[in-house]
T-cell receptor, first 114, second 112 residues
C-alpha cells in the first residue's frame, strides 16, 4: 500500500510568488492535515480537512489556504511568499478527523524562498 | 491554548545506556500524547503513544510514562543503539481540537 505522497519534493520560489503543494493520503483515510516545519523546530499546525471541510486552522495568515478534493487529496496554497515561508511542509493523513489516532506523514515538500 | 515544552534540546548518551526525554503540557484537557522520531531529511514517524487513561506503555526498548497530575510525560529508551540517533518530538492533543501541538524536539546522539 502506498503511504502519504506529496509533491513536489523540493521547490525554489522568489518572494511574492505563489506556490501550490499537493498531498495524497493513504487509501481509506479521509482526513488530511498540513504542518509547517522550520529547520530545527517542531511542526506547526496549519490546517486540517476532513470530508472536504476545513475542521481546524492554525495561527497562519490568510496567505495560506487549502482545500480537499472528493478523492480526499489536498492542496496547500501559499500566496505572496515571504522569506520566512521557507520550510518543510508536511502533510499527514488519518482515518478520521478529531480522533486521537495516528497521523501518517508524507516525506514533505521543502520550499525555499529566495 | 496548549503549549508543550520539551527537554533537553540535545542528549548525548553512550551506546547501550538509557536515554530519557521529558515533556510538559499546559492544558489538562489534552488526552493523547504521541512521540515521533525524525531522522535527518525524513518524515516524522510515530514510535509510541499514550492516552490519558494509561500511566505507562512499553514497546520493546521504548516506554512512555504519563503523570496527569503534574502534566508531564517522558520517553525512555533503554539499551540505546546507533540507529536510535535522530530528533525525537513529543506532542499533545485533545479530542475537541484538531491540531497536534508539538514540542521543539530533542536531538539524541548515540556515542559508539
Amino acid at each position: 500500500d502506498a503511504g502519504v505522497t506529496q509533491s513536489p519534493t523540493h521547490l525554489i520560489k522568489t518572494r511574492g510568488q505563489q506556490v501550490t503543494l499537493r498531498c495524497s493520503p493513504i487509501s481509506g483515510h479521509k482526513s488530511v492535515s498540513w504542518y509547517q516545519q522550520v529547520l530545527g523546530q517542531g511542526p506547526q499546525f496549519i490546517f486540517q480537512y476532513y470530508e472536504k471541510e476545513e475542521r481546524g486552522r492554525g495561527n497562519f495568515p490568510d496567505r495560506f489556504s487549502a482545500r480537499q478534493f472528493p478523492n480526499y487529496s489536498s492542496e496547500l496554497n501559499v500566496n505572496a511568499l515571504l522569506l520566512g515561508d521557507s520550510a518543510l511542509y508536511l502533510c499527514a493523513s488519518s482515518l478520521r478527523g478529531s480522533d486521537t489516532g495516528e497521523l501518517f506523514f508524507g516525506e514533505g515538500s521543502r520550499l525555499t524562498v529566495l | 491554548g496548549e503549549n508543550v515544552e520539551q527537554h533537553p534540546s540535545t542528549l548525548s548518551v553512550q551506546e547501550g545506556d538509557s536515554a530519557v526525554i521529558k515533556c510538559t503540557y499546559s492544558d489538562s484537557a489534552s488526552n493523547y500524547f504521541p512521540w515521533y522520531k525524525q531522522e535527518l531529511g525524513k518524515r516524522p514517524q510515530l514510535i509510541i503513544d499514550i492516552r490519558s487513561n494509561v500511566g505507562e506503555k512499553k514497546d520493546q526498548r521504548i516506554a512512555v510514562t504519563l503523570n496527569k497530575t503534574a502534566k508531564h510525560f517522558s520517553l525512555h529508551i533503554t539499551e540505546t543503539q546507533p540507529e536510535d540517533s535522530a530528533v525525537y518530538f513529543c506532542a499533545a492533543k485533545m479530542d475537541s481540537n484538531y491540531q497536534l501541538i508539538w514540542g521543539a524536539g530533542t536531538k539524541l546522539i548515540i556515542k559508539p
